[in-house]
């Protein structure tokens, strides 16, 4: 589902060079729930930001469910993200001015998805995480953990084969993050969801099919 080879990645200003990611390969399979650990600044968000196709690599090339991507900033690839990919982040990233239910419609009006259409759907989506009695509600108004279940309604409302989700219960206390953990266990098993998570958290990432340690921008295990 996302293949990745001879990846790397080198951020450049007029001063410094820093290297990211150093020659990275890593194939992660259909249905599998892959989950990525490693210290601060050893390439974690980059490598995942790198096969949600939000940045781009200095050298290698990234598959996505066969599609190799070459031209990063196209309007094509624009659309196949936002097809094929749902992000989930550690600080949720909700709109403080949308109430929950506009807030996981979002990605269906970028879709151009009709009005109803794009209703029915997201109060789906908001029911399989519990919360279709908070639709009203805005993010200010609800927990941690009721925020990134919001964050993972509006990720799946597109029904994209892949998650991408950065640390998704760094912000939460582990009651509330082992109920993010069972939702998104729950969406690789019913959905068949293919999941990449970045945690710091050892007992989540022994809950996923694989793990995948990062040092220093390579690949250790
Ligand atoms: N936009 C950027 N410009 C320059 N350096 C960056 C940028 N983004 C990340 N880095 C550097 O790349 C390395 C990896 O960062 P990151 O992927 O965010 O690490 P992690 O998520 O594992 O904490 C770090 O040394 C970081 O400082
Ligand atoms: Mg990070």
């Known amino acids: 589902m996302i293949s990745i080879q001879n990846l790397s990645k080198v951020y450049r200003t007029k001063t410094i060079e820093t290297t990211a990611l150093n020659n990275i390969n890593l194939d992660v399979k259909k249905g599998e ?20 196709l939000l940045d781009e690599p200095s050298k290698g090339s990234v598959e996505i469910d066969g599609q190799s991507i070459s031209n990063y900033n196209s309007k094509s690839t624009a659309r196949f993200r936002n097809q094929k990919l749902g992000f989930i982040f550690q600080s949720f990233h909700l709109i403080p001015d949308l109430n929950i239910l506009d807030n996981v419609e979002l990605p269906l009006l970028y879709a151009k998805v009709g ?29 941690g ?60 990432a022994g809950k996923t099919n694989r793990l995948v340690r990062l040092y220093d921008g390579t690949q250790i295990q």
Do not use: W
């Not at 759907?121 to 927990?143: C, I, T």
């Open 145 to 204: 953990g009721q925020k990134q279940r919001v964050a993972i309604a509006r990720a799946i409302v597109g029904k994209p084969a892949i998650i991408l989700a950065d640390e998704p219960t760094g912000n939460l206390d582990s009651a509330m993050g082992n109920e993010v953990m069972e939702i998104l266990l729950r969406l690789n098993k019913v959905m068949d969801t293919t999941i990449v998570m970045v945690t710091h958290d050892a007992s989540m």
């Open 115 to 143: 009005r109803k259409e794009r209703r029915q759907r997201s109060e789906q989506a908001l029911e399989s995480v519990g919360l279709k009695n908070r639709m009203r509600h805005f993010p200010s108004q609800l927990s």
């Open 33 to 52: 729930f892959l989950s990525i650990m490693g210290p601060s600044g050893c390439g974690k968000s980059t490598l995942l930001n790198i096969m949600g």
